[in-house]
């Protein structure tokens, strides 16, 4: 019932009036998420938050994206094609991987970052947290892969 309340509180407001963007890009996703009948991606800009996309994190952006994808697939995919290459510069910068490309063959997208030798324990998490946001932010991949670039040494 809070919910219904809620989503009728922000929906009709315009993307230029939300003050906290991260705040309501978690409700939109949380309300989203209990009810798929409560969208309020068609008042999320993707054009206004790729703008500055520095002034938000990538948890936010990434969040938006995904909600975009999810309640309005045809603008989000719209917006993709003309933004693709700025999207995968942003991710690469901002996962601080080596490098980001997309396998068209096999619809996958592959995330390569250096992973250093005092980090070799969290291999793993590493690859799964910058697979999240890729994935969050570019939901429209069959196959995500991650390879960890391992510095090698040769003493001679």
Known sequence: MRQVILYRKLLPLSFAEIKDIASYASISEWIYN???EFNLSAS???DN???EPEKLTL???STLMYISYCGNKDV???FVGRNLKRILTYLKQKTKSHKIFIDSEKNAIHVEYILRLRNIKTGNEQ???RLKYVCRTLPIFDLYCA???KPTFDLV
């Open 34 to 36: 209990i009810n798929s």
């Open 44 to 46: 999320i800009s993707l």
């Open 49 to 51: 938050i790729w703008i």
């Open 59 to 61: 948890e936010c952006i």
């Open 76 to 78: 989000y995919m719209e």
């Open 127 to 129: 690859s799964v947290s």
């Open 147 to 149: 390879d960890a670039l």
